[in-house]
């Protein structure tokens, strides 16, 4: 099996000073000072949201375009907010931290400088969340691990379909037993992107991912809520994958039919149309991962768990399937429950979460209501002083499968081992509590 070099000096498994992370949490925070980084249509569509939570105040904006900041400020001033500082230029974030006028960095910029910034703000004392993934390589993984180590401040991954209400009703029956003890999981990035990544003139960063990347370069959106359900980083921990990809096809087809005689024409594609990736953990449960964004098939995440006693399925768009072992008719399971068994099953072990804000996450919005249920879920965290949901350990272990699934695809799919970001933290740290948050207390009412 080949073991990943780190290249770092978490390679003696000590923990960083300042010691670990598992269960972090700080004072509580009634002012939540925040900064926006990054404004485009990611970063826009987090602050309509963040506007309208209490407590909340967006005190500085930042990004390489003033137009955008422009028109940030022209909603906090619909909104009846008080204008935010102005930081503009490719390092103004640098500025932004120096003059300490928030506590939050909420990092909505390109995926490639994620780490950079991140690392720059939690040395400058600010928490951190940023969007996913967060950091392409190992040596990044490790970098953002000890940074928020050193600095003790949160550092948490902007993973919005751990909120989903079928991804929350899945962590809810698990964790009530009801499917037994997972065995085997299934998550994916299913999105059909050819008319998005040939639509702009050149070369987008989309489509210079697909160009230049070997693995499955954006793992997280299936992941992140299986890795909820299995505990991973408390109680268990992935212990190594194997990744393969499928041959190109489907872009450069795309290219020859569409836009023949364009930059486009004649490109190749390293990655392949599919890339599979099988994780095996250190108790043995086995998690598939599929990245596909090159072949006309509909948005899918797959969120399949399988149980000792149970399975459950995500239907995107129409539903979910679930079968208990205990109720079918001869004591196994030959077929899901009906859509009324179903959704009464549904009904009755909704999230807690979602009881107490789903109604509020679906008017304000974000992907169905995850995206808000994220926001109202962490500003209630640091108003509390609770542990957030996510720790740096979960956005280290989840981002490096991007580097890692490329290097067993460049190796001939062999075996890659995951290095341990808790340094043995996973064998004592307990589940995160996900549980509702007061509405009242919160001023949302």
Request: charged share 25%.
């Amino acid at each position: 099996m080949a073991a990943v070099a780190g290249g770092c000096l978490s390679a003696d498994n000590k923990l960083c000073s300042g010691g670990s992370m598992a269960g972090f949490s700080v004072k509580p925070m009634k002012r939540i000072r925040t900064a926006m980084v990054a404004l485009g249509g990611r970063g826009y569509w987090a602050l309509q949201r963040l506007v309208t939570i209490p407590g909340l105040e967006i005190t500085a904006l930042c990004d390489l375009d003033g137009e955008k900041i422009a028109k940030a400020q022209k909603l906090l001033a619909e909104k009846g907010k008080p204008p935010a500082k102005e930081y503009v230029g490719a390092e103004a974030y640098k500025r932004l931290v120096d003059d300490a006028v928030a506590d939050v960095f909420y990092n909505c910029t390109p995926r490639d400088i994620h780490t950079e910034l991140n690392v720059y703000a939690m040395n400058g004392k600010m928490h951190v969340l940023t969007e996913v993934p967060s950091g392409r390589t190992v040596e990044e993984c490790w970098q953002t691990v000890e940074t928020c180590e050193k600095n003790r401040v949160h550092c948490m991954m902007l993973e919005n379909c751990c909120y989903g209400e079928f991804e929350m009703l899945a962590l809810n029956i698990v964790r009530k037993g009801l499917l037994g003890e997972i065995v085997q999981c299934d998550g994916a990035y299913i999105h059909d992107q050819r008319k998005m990544q040939f639509s702009k003139p050149g070369i987008s960063w989309r489509l210079k991912d697909t160009i230049d990347k070997y693995g499955n370069f954006y793992p997280t959106h299936g992941l992140g809520p299986l890795c909820k359900c299995l505990g991973i980083n408390r109680g268990d921990r992935f212990d190594y994958l194997v990744s393969m990809n499928s041959c190109s096809a489907s872009f450069e087809a795309m290219a020859r039919r569409k836009h023949k005689g364009s930059v486009f024409d004649g490109l190749k594609f390293n990655r392949g149309d599919v890339n599979f990736t099988l994780i095996r953990t250190v108790k043995g449960r086995l998690v598939s991962l599929q990245h596909n964004v090159a072949t006309p098939r509909p948005y899918d995440r797959i969120n399949q768990l399988v149980g000792t006693k149970g399975i459950m399925r995500g239907i995107d768009g129409s539903g979910y399937r679930i079968c208990f072992e205990s109720e079918a008719c001869d004591g196994g399971a030959h077929g899901y429950f009906d859509k009324e068994k179903a959704q009464a099953i549904r009904k009755e072990y909704m999230h807690p979460l979602w009881k107490s804000a789903g109604e509020i996450a679906k008017r304000v919005g974000g992907h169905g209501g995850m995206d808000y249920m994220m926001d109202i879920r962490w500003a209630y965290c640091l108003q509390n002083g609770l542990p957030l949901d996510s720790d740096v350990y979960d956005l280290a272990s989840w981002s490096s499968i991007i580097d890692l699934t490329e290097r067993s695809v460049k190796s001939g799919s062999r075996p890659v081992e995951f290095p341990d970001f808790t340094r043995g933290a996973w064998k004592t740290a307990k589940p995160v509590d996900i549980d509702g948050i007061d509405l009242d207390k919160m001023g949302l009412a």
